[in-house]
C-alpha cells in the first residue's frame, strides 16, 4: 500500500467554542478542508472485497470547526453492517502509525459499529459511549459515508498545533484496538488541531480607597494569561474617569495613551502578566470609578469576551476611592487632637499635683 503523509492547512472562521459543555450536538460540516485517498481499492490484503465491501475506505476527509475534529471514511461498498467496525485513532505525540496489523502510541481512538460511537484511551478503558450524538461525540451515515466527530477540548486535546490521525476498519467479532480482517492505511496523516486560546484575566488594586481632594493615588492593573497559549495583539482600556486627574503612566510593556485610555499591550505567552501603573490626582467633583477591560486580543477566551462591558467576566474589574466628607477630621488631625488633649491633661494633673503639695 502507498505510503501517505500529508500536511494539511486549515483555516478557520469559526470562533473558539466556550470551555463549558455544549447543550446540543455540532452540526456536521458542508464540506471537508483535508482529502486523502486510499490507493489499495481492495483494502488492506484483499480481504475487504465482496460482501466485506463496506468496510473497504476509499477516501478520508477531515474538518475542524472551532473546537470540533469532524472525520469521515468514504466506503466502497455500503457502510454500517451489523459486524463493521470503523476506527479512527488520535496521537499527539507523532511517534504512533501501523506496525503490522496493529496500531501504536496512540492517545485516543474512536469506533463506531452497529450504531454506537465509543470514546477510548490509549488503554483502551471507556472514557464514553452513545448511540445518539451528544455534545462530546456523534456519527452520522450519508449514502457511503461514515462520518464521526469529537469535541477536544473533553479529551484535553484542545491548544495543539497539530495532530497525527490513522484509521482502520475490522470486524467487531474481534478485539477492540484492531483486527487484521480488514483495510488500514499505509501510514498517517498530520493535521491542524483546534485554535489556540488564551485565558486573560484583569486585577485592579489602588493605594488608597478614601481621599480628598487633591490627594494622589496610583492605580496597578495586572493582566494574566493563564494559557494555555501565548496571546497576541493585546489591547485593554483603562480611561481615568473624570473624578481624576492624569499625572503619569508606566507599564512593564507596551505603551499607554492617556488621552483614549488605551494600553497596547503587544503579547502575553502562557503563564506570564504585564503590568501598568497609572498616577493620579483627586478632582473636587466627578466619577472615582476606574474600570479596566481587555478590549482585543488575536486568540479567543476560554470564559469570556473582550470589549463586551460585562463585569462578571474575568477580563474585566473596576474600582473605586471614595472621598472623606468634609469637615470629619483625617487621621492626621485625630492624631493632633489627642496630642493636644493629652498634653493639656498632664498640665492640668502637674497643677494639682503641685497645689496638694
Not at 452520522?140 to 466527530?149: F, H, K, R, S
Not at 478614601?210 to 493563564?226: E, H, Q, R
Amino acid at each position: 500500500m502507498q505510503k501517505f503523509v500529508f500536511l494539511c492547512s486549515i483555516f478557520f472562521s469559526v470562533f473558539w467554542l466556550t470551555g463549558s459543555v455544549l447543550a446540543t450536538p455540532p452540526s456536521f460540516p458542508d464540506s471537508y478542508s483535508f482529502e486523502a485517498v486510499d490507493s489499495n481499492t481492495t483494502g488492506e490484503g484483499g480481504v475487504c472485497s465482496g460482501s466485506a465491501s463496506g468496510r473497504n475506505v476509499q477516501t478520508i476527509f477531515v474538518e475542524q470547526v472551532g473546537n470540533y475534529l469532524f472525520l469521515r471514511m468514504r466506503i466502497l461498498g455500503t457502510p454500517g453492517g451489523p459486524s463493521a467496525r470503523y476506527k479512527w485513532y488520535l496521537d499527539t505525540n507523532f511517534d504512533g502509525g501501523w506496525s503490522g496489523g496493529s496500531p501504536t502510541n496512540y492517545d485516543y481512538f474512536l469506533t463506531f459499529v452497529n450504531g454506537v460511537i465509543t470514546l477510548y484511551d490509549r488503554n483502551t478503558a471507556e472514557i464514553h459511549s452513545t448511540a445518539s450524538n451528544d455534545s462530546d461525540i456523534g456519527f452520522q451515515i450519508v449514502g457511503n459515508n461514515v462520518d464521526m466527530y469529537v469535541w477536544m477540548a473533553q479529551v484535553g486535546l484542545s491548544g495543539l498545533s497539530s495532530l497525527k490521525l490513522y484509521w482502520g476498519t475490522d470486524d467487531s467479532t474481534g478485539g477492540i484496538v484492531q483486527q487484521s480482517t480488514c483495510d488500514r492505511p499505509g501510514d498517517a496523516w498530520i493535521v491542524p488541531a483546534p485554535p489556540a486560546q488564551a485565558d486573560l484575566s484583569v486585577s485592579v488594586v489602588v493605594n488608597k480607597s478614601v481621599v480628598l481632594v487633591g490627594d494622589t493615588v496610583i492605580f496597578t492593573i495586572t493582566l494574566s494569561n493563564g494559557g494555555p497559549d501565548g496571546a497576541t495583539n493585546i489591547i485593554l482600556k483603562a480611561l481615568l474617569p473624570s473624578g481624576y486627574n492624569y499625572v503619569s503612566d508606566t507599564t512593564s510593556q507596551g505603551s499607554y495613551n492617556s488621552g483614549t485610555g488605551e494600553w497596547n499591550v503587544g503579547n502575553l505567552s502562557n503563564g506570564s502578566s504585564a503590568t501598568l501603573q497609572l498616577t493620579a490626582t483627586i478632582n473636587a467633583t466627578g466619577s472615582l470609578t476606574l474600570i479596566a477591560e481587555v478590549t482585543a486580543c488575536d486568540q479567543p477566551d476560554p470564559d469570556s469576551q473582550p470589549n463586551n462591558g460585562v463585569l462578571a467576566e474575568d477580563d474585566m474589574e473596576d474600582i473605586s476611592t471614595r472621598l472623606q466628607p468634609e469637615g470629619i477630621p483625617t487621621l492626621s488631625e485625630w492624631g493632633m487632637i489627642f496630642m493636644s488633649m493629652l498634653l493639656a491633661g498632664s498640665a492640668i494633673w502637674m497643677i494639682r499635683r503641685r497645689q496638694t503639695t
